[in-house]
């Protein structure tokens, strides 16, 4: 009995970004390896970035610099991201995107100690 048919497959690997669009992804119990493996961070006060508080990372795209394992991983072994935004600048994780966002200050609603 067939139910359906995969179309396409993407992960995201920033939470709230763009994700990138992969040919073959693996599964564990948790769910896809390397979906949502890195957030931004606020680092005075720890709080997560949500799209829905900070709609304006929902503009930018993230991408591995190099495939994840097959099997989840913590820390340090998750492969570093890039982070591009809608007019052609980058960052790495690990980088200050606030910085990057808007050249005069965070946007509105946009924590200034954004970090990836």
Sequence with gaps: MN????AELWR???KSMGGQKIQQAFF???GMIGDRAWATINTETGDVGWGKSHPELMNLQARYTEEP???RV???AVPPVTIHFPDGRETQSGGDIDA???REGPPDGMDAHAKL
């Design 69 to 71: 394992p097959t099997s």
């Design 100 to 102: 990057l966002v808007h």
């Design 74 to 76: 913590y820390s340090d």
């Design 12 to 14: 995201y690997p920033v």
């Design 3 to 6: 139910v359906g048919r995969i």
């Design 28 to 30: 564990d119990s948790y």
